[in-house]
């Protein structure tokens, strides 16, 4: 019997433990209070979804669980036709009174399963602990998650624990639902390596199908890693009662990520010192393989064919996530999702692939170690408070109903199969017997474009740089290639280039010398805005334009939202002013970014570079103290505009990086980074300073729609790392 081939869909749950801290991404979605989350991700199609009913989340300190949460959300996913396949442990340890090295972890898990079976007796699908070989690894071998252990004992002893908990709460749950049914996740990888470490490469593709063999009941005197299992003081007892009491997977749910498959490498002075590691006979670096030159080593496709050819058990991709930018998550989930079809007509029993995460995902970055707020989106973006679908919830839409999806972004490959995958030396993989295949980027006929003005202008720039970068086909369109403010050159370029997105770039910016040409401003910033909006809608073509934060007078103390007043103060923010209203006439699905105080690597007279290179030859620079902005940096700036046009959002959006001080404050902390002195910095007051265009004394930007991004304190950091040379 052929079984339907499903999307299924999870949220990012970790709760994991460091050092006395539970972190717990459930609560930093939001999701912990927004019962309304579930009728989105139904609304989507979505059938069958990972559902989090934690442990941690559940144990209450005076004893017993409280099943309050899980009572109205599993009510709820019922009601709405939601299949929920349970989990009880995502890379934690354990309520307070138990870790995983606890011998009696196994029988804690397993009362806690046997409580909620007794509560849910619905509830037929299971995942007791998600990645257990994955947790095992990060808990005891290399010190990251609580108890942070780092040696082989204590990774395997947790493992086997891990392994004995599933078996011991799979028989608790069975008693009171006997189809109850095991669907166990693995992070599951391949390791390649130079010839000299061949051999290590060997042990760890075997050590990685371990809590899969354990739980098959294969770890016996036979099995190759048992002699390790023996050195390292595993009670052989717990082995064979694994043995004895297998508990097999009805579905092995592969996590399969870009980063899954790893290189060693013994010339560790081509890899970066945090790749570094070892084992007692060589020092190596440990990199993700797709970053290595030579051939593309492996993708999910093969890795889904091992599983099958080793256990010909079903399957299910259960997490498919890319951390990048919107495009590129687009072009991974697409991708999954094509080669699991292509599995299934070899007659591999693929089950379902899994979009993972519907919320985005929070601090991976750091390995869950710290609580940063650094935030991925996924299907949703939680950064406004309310979830706002993404272009990836159009992707899992067309695919729940079977319907053809296409995006522009489409016809360019992703970044794994791109030449610009290449970060480290080329060097042929090797690991053992394994046989390594090059994988050819797909590619199309025909790309479609994203026309840009304003060429050769910082924002143009910054684009062209970025855009080429993420597969974005672009065009630059200088004043002399397009006058936007000529309506009949503007149809013919648009109609014969066809692009699926304008972005406006263009315009006016010298804001003293608007006061004196205010026609030529107003030509600029307001009629080309219009006329280019306009023919985009007359064509169907998405819009973006920019306006600044100089529509707003600065006479309130808080960062200003997209919904505040506009009274611009001067003729350019009148001007943007008028655009925002023009274009917003004219296109109604038009883009409208907000934005202030430019600085990045590509511009050489924004105020900050300026400021710099004059202290760095030990002159003194006077900033304003009394007038207020939100720094923004410019490819963050960037970034964000693609994402939004992608997910085909309209209206008008504030992006600045979240920081609210004044221009001295601004270079301070600039000079701070490029470790410069700060007394060469002198305040001054707007008083003392001759401007024609009267400014704002606050303009910071906040948004009600979502803080997108990063902190300003990031940006300073990137961009110190970048332009520190251009100081010296």
């Known amino acids: 019997m052929e079984h339907k081939f499903e999307l299924w869909a999870g949220i990012e749950c970790t709760a994991n433990r460091v050092q006395d801290t539970y972190f717990d991404q459930i609560k930093w979605s939001g999701h912990d209070t927004r019962l309304d989350d579930l009728r989105k991700f139904a609304a989507l199609g979505i059938k069958t979804l990972r559902f989090p009913i934690l442990w941690e989340r559940c144990y209450l300190s005076s004893g017993g669980f409280d099943w309050s949460w899980a009572d109205e959300r599993l009510a709820l996913a019922r009601e709405l036709g939601l299949e929920p396949i349970v989990g009880f442990v995502h890379h934690g340890s354990g309520p307070p009174h138990t870790h995983l090295l606890d011998p009696k972890f ?135 009662e694994l043995c004895e009491n297998p508990c097999p997977p009805a579905v092995l749910g592969i996590n399969h990520y870009l980063t899954s498959n790893r290189f060693l490498d013994e010339r560790v002075e081509f890899y970066p010192p945090h790749s570094h590691g070892g084992n007692t006979k060589h020092r190596y670096a440990d990199i993700e393989a797709v970053r290595i030159g030579g051939e593309y080593v ?102 729940t109903h079977g319907e053809h999806f296409d995006h522009p972004a489409l016809d360019t490959p992703g970044w794994w199969v791109r030449p610009e995958r290449v970060l480290y030396p080329s060097t042929l993989p090797s690991s053992g017997n394994a ?18 003005t304003g060429s050769p202008g910082t924002l143009a720039t910054a684009f062209g740089y970025i855009c080429e970068r993420r597969g974005l086909p672009c065009r630059l369109m200088s004043h002399k290639d397009l006058d936007i403010a000529d309506q009949k050159a503007v149809q013919e370029c648009l109609t014969q280039i066809r692009p699926w997105a304008v972005i406006n770039a263009a315009g006016y910016v010298k804001v003293d010398e608007a006061e004196k040409n205010p026609d030529l401003c107003f030509r600029a910033n307001v009629l080309g805005a219009q006329v280019l909006s306009q023919v985009c809608a007359d064509l169907k073509i998405q819009f973006l334009t920019y306006s600044t934060d100089l529509v707003f007078d600065g006479n309130q103390n808080n960062p200003y939202n997209e919904r505040d007043f506009t009274a611009p103060l001067n003729i350019y923010g009148q001007s943007k002013a008028l655009a925002e209203n023009r274009v917003n006439d004219a296109h109604a699905d038009a883009l409208i970014i907000r934005t202030s105080a430019f600085f990045g690597p590509w511009d050489e007279y924004n105020f900050l570079i300026q400021t710099l290179r004059k202290m760095s030859q030990g002159r003194e620079v006077f900033a304003l103290h009394d007038q207020v902005v939100s720094p923004t940096y410019v490819p963050h700036l960037v970034d964000a505009s693609l994402d939004l046009l992608i997910d085909g959002e309209s209206g008008i959006w504030h992006l600045a990086n979240s920081g609210v001080l004044s221009w001295y404050e601004f270079a301070c902390e600039a000079a701070k980074r490029q470790g410069l002195d700060c007394k060469l910095v002198q305040p001054i007051d707007t008083t003392n300073v001759v401007h024609l265009a009267k400014r704002p004394k606050f303009s910071a930007l906040g948004s009600e729609r979502g803080q997108l991004l990063p902190k300003l304190d990031c940006a300073l950091d990137r961009y110190t790392q970048e332009c520190r040379v251009a100081f010296k």
């Open 298 to 399: 492996s993708g999910p496709k093969e890795i889904l064919r091992e599983v099958w050819q080793r256990y010909k058990q079903p399957i299910a991709v259960t997490e498919v996530h890319v951390g990048c930018t919107r495009d590129e998550q687009v072009r991974w989930l697409h991708e999954v999702w094509q080669s699991a079809e292509e599995l299934r007509s070899e007659n591999i029993d693929l089950r379902a692939i899994t979009v993972w995460s519907l919320l985005g995902s929070y601090d991976w970055n750091s390995l869950v170690t710290r609580a940063d707020g650094f935030y991925e989106s996924g299907v949703f973006d939680v950064r406004g408070g309310e979830p706002r679908p993404t272009a990836l919830a159009k992707l899992v839409k067309a695919i």
């Open 106 to 240: 196994p029988s804690k898990l397993a009362e806690f399963a046997s409580q909620f079976a007794q509560r849910y007796p619905w509830v037929t699908r299971y995942t007791p602990i998600n990645e257990p070989l994955t947790t095992a690894r990060f808990s005891g071998l290399y010190g990251v998650w609580y108890p942070h252990h780092r040696n082989d004992s204590s990774f395997l002893q947790i493992l086997v624990n891990e392994c004995l908990g599933i078996a011991e709460s799979m028989r608790a749950i069975r008693q009171f639902i006997p189809n109850a049914e095991l669907i166990q996740t693995e992070d599951l990888g391949r390791i390649f390596s130079t010839p000299l470490l061949a051999y290590q490469a060997r042990f760890e593709n075997r050590r990685r199908w371990l809590s899969f063999d354990l739980l098959f009941g294969r770890v016996n005197q036979e099995h190759p890693l048992w002699d390790y299992m023996m050195e390292y003081g595993i009670d052989e007892n717990q082995l064979l």
């Open 435 to 452: 046989s390594v295949k090059s994988r050819p980027a797909p590619l199309r006929s025909t790309t479609r474009q994203i026309l840009i």
